[in-house]
């Protein structure tokens, strides 16, 4: 089977793009890993999908799934934001929008193997079996259930550029430029009603807390860090809980919390940041990660049992099954777009992303994550574009640009224009 584009990576990225190359008439298949689509936001629990500005462009995919999950009922405008999404209900909108664009996909499905002729990738080759096992020994195989398939033109969006590093492709990524992870969760049984009340008296910073009445539902958002650069005014609470042996002092180093669309009982955490963890490609360093995690996960829930009210029947309703990684490798593109590209606010003659998302890098070190507001920017296709594989091109946080230029393009919203705009781009190559 010869597809226009075969997208590998069905999370956000990845499907803006596909159902944009369907709407646009392309053949196009989609191969992802897991048993759903959305990543970040369904596997990752990563809600909402923050703005990026009010002049972004290549936005009609993100515009198709607010519509879509507001038809389900999964998704509200809070804080002038309309991409608050339930993420189970997500899953369910992703898939109604393939079926509308024609687009296929291959569900729990890995790459085994790319064929490559003259910088050119020809085949794909997927399976979900183990080639074999091999001792000093024996040798055991088992049969291979796999097929190719073929491809005018690769999208990877995987995150961390799967498809290129089996491509051998070059890369920007140093040994010391890392971002703690985070595994989000949430808790359901809770009363809202009575939480909100009571934050809302407890906390009068509404750049932190706000709580909104919206369609017979309460809606509500806030945080804590350990950064005493700010007043938290949940200070005091994580402050005594970590004197009592509630929480680690570990714990505290970002709290944040909000509603979700659909869940009137659920609250969801964005939270625990793994400071000791940092680098997402090595499976012994990220396994040791999600142990730590969920030992944090469940502090939390004693600690918001005893400390919030509302919380009294409060349990742990979800773990995310995937981490929120915010950076691990970066391709190598014909451009390579840098922090003084974005600081300057650089015209492209063909842009993918316009945002003014700030440049937002966390550390695993008090008092030095990095937060900068920036003027509007402008990333440009040629970014999305690998440098060594003529038909390759990226979508998402694995994008050819420096590692501060990522901590602000990394975010959905930038990563939904990507997509979208590398689709629309392999639409006009192939006329």
Same mark, same amino acid.
């Given at each position: 089977m010869i597809y226009d584009v075969v997208v590998v990576g069905g999370g956000t990225a990845g499907c803006a793009a596909a159902y944009i190359a369907g709407k646009l008439g392309l053949k196009t298949l989609i191969i992802e890993k897991n048993i759903h689509l959305g990543g970040t936001i369904t596997s990752g629990l990563v809600i909402p999908v923050m703005k990026s500005g009010n002049s972004q462009i290549n936005t009609e995919f993100r515009d198709a799934l607010i519509a879509e999950c507001k038809a389900l009922g999964g998704q509200t405008t809070y804080q002038n934001n309309p991409a608050w999404f339930n993420p189970e209900i997500t899953k369910i909108a992703l898939d109604n929008l393939m079926k509308k664009a024609n687009v296929e996909v291959f569900f729990d499905t890995n790459i085994l193997g790319i064929k490559i002729e003259k910088n050119h990738i020809k085949r794909i080759k997927i399976t979900k079996e183990i080639l074999s096992a091999y001792n000093e020994e024996i040798e055991v195989s088992q049969k291979i259930l796999s097929v190719s398939v073929g491809a005018r033109y690769v999208v990877d969006a995987t995150g961390d550029c799967v498809v290129g590093r089996i491509c051998d492709c070059n890369f920007l990524d140093k040994?010391?430029?890392?971002?703690?992870?985070?595994?989000?969760?949430?808790?359901?049984?809770?009363?809202?009603?009575?939480?909100?009340?009571?934050?809302?008296?407890?906390?009068? @910073?509404?750049?932190?807390?706000?709580i909104e009445h919206i369609e017979g539902h309460i809606h509500l958002s806030t945080a804590y860090t350990w950064d005493p650069d700010k007043k938290w005014a949940l200070e005091p609470l994580f402050k005594d809980a970590v004197k009592k042996g509630i929480l680690n002092r570990y714990?505290? /180093?970002?709290?944040?919390?909000?509603?979700?669309?659909?869940? %009137?009982?659920?609250?969801?955490?964005?939270? %625990?940041?793994?400071?000791?963890?940092? /680098?997402?490609?090595?499976?012994?360093?990220?396994?040791?990660?999600?142990?730590?995690?969920?030992?944090?996960?469940?502090?939390?829930?004693?600690?918001?049992?005893?400390?919030?009210?509302?919380?009294?029947?409060?349990?742990?309703?979800?773990?995310?099954?995937?981490?929120?990684?915010?950076?691990?490798?970066?391709?190598?593109?014909?451009?390579?777009?840098?922090?003084? @590209?974005?600081?300057?606010?650089?015209?492209?003659?063909? %842009?993918?992303?316009?945002?003014?998302?700030?440049?937002?890098?966390?550390?695993?070190?008090?008092?030095?994550?990095?937060?900068?507001?920036?003027?509007?920017?402008?990333? %440009?296709?040629?970014?999305?574009?690998?440098? @060594?594989?003529?038909?390759?091109?990226?979508?998402?946080?694995?994008?050819?640009? @420096?590692?501060?230029?990522?901590?602000?393009?990394?975010?959905?919203?930038?990563?939904?224009?990507?997509?979208?705009?590398?689709?629309?781009?392999?639409?006009?190559?192939?006329?």
């Amino acid at each position: 089977m010869i597809y226009d584009v075969v997208v590998v990576g069905g999370g956000t990225a990845g499907c803006a793009a596909a159902y944009i190359a369907g709407k646009l008439g392309l053949k196009t298949l989609i191969i992802e890993k897991n048993i759903h689509l959305g990543g970040t936001i369904t596997s990752g629990l990563v809600i909402p999908v923050m703005k990026s500005g009010n002049s972004q462009i290549n936005t009609e995919f993100r515009d198709a799934l607010i519509a879509e999950c507001k038809a389900l009922g999964g998704q509200t405008t809070y804080q002038n934001n309309p991409a608050w999404f339930n993420p189970e209900i997500t899953k369910i909108a992703l898939d109604n929008l393939m079926k509308k664009a024609n687009v296929e996909v291959f569900f729990d499905t890995n790459i085994l193997g790319i064929k490559i002729e003259k910088n050119h990738i020809k085949r794909i080759k997927i399976t979900k079996e183990i080639l074999s096992a091999y001792n000093e020994e024996i040798e055991v195989s088992q049969k291979i259930l796999s097929v190719s398939v073929g491809a005018r033109y690769v999208v990877d969006a995987t995150g961390d550029c799967v498809v290129g590093r089996i491509c051998d492709c070059n890369f920007l990524d140093k040994h010391d430029e890392y971002q703690p992870v985070t595994l989000r969760f949430m808790m359901g049984g809770i009363d809202i009603k009575k939480f909100a009340n009571w934050l809302e008296k407890f906390d009068k @910073d509404r750049n932190v807390t706000t709580i909104e009445h919206i369609e017979g539902h309460i809606h509500l958002s806030t945080a804590y860090t350990w950064d005493p650069d700010k007043k938290w005014a949940l200070e005091p609470l994580f402050k005594d809980a970590v004197k009592k042996g509630i929480l680690n002092r570990y714990d505290t /180093n970002y709290f944040q919390i909000f509603t979700v669309p659909g869940m %009137p009982d659920n609250i969801a955490f964005n939270c %625990p940041r793994i400071i000791d963890y940092k /680098n997402s490609l090595e499976v012994k360093n990220i396994s040791k990660a999600l142990l730590l995690a969920r030992q944090n996960i469940y502090r939390y829930l004693q600690f918001c049992r005893i400390y919030f009210p509302g919380f009294e029947n409060a349990y742990i309703s979800n773990i995310a099954d995937m981490l929120g990684v915010r950076v691990s490798r970066r391709i190598k593109g014909k451009y390579v777009y840098t922090i003084d @590209d974005l600081r300057a606010g650089k015209k492209f003659e063909n %842009p993918v992303v316009v945002s003014n998302y700030p440049v937002d890098v966390h550390s695993h070190k008090r008092q030095a994550s990095k937060l900068e507001m920036v003027n509007e920017y402008e990333l %440009p296709i040629e970014s999305l574009m690998s440098a @060594d594989i003529d038909n390759l091109f990226v979508a998402g946080r694995c994008l050819s640009a @420096d590692f501060l230029a990522q901590g602000a393009l990394r975010v959905q919203g930038s990563c939904f224009s990507m997509g979208e705009g590398v689709a629309k781009h392999i639409a006009k190559l192939l006329g």
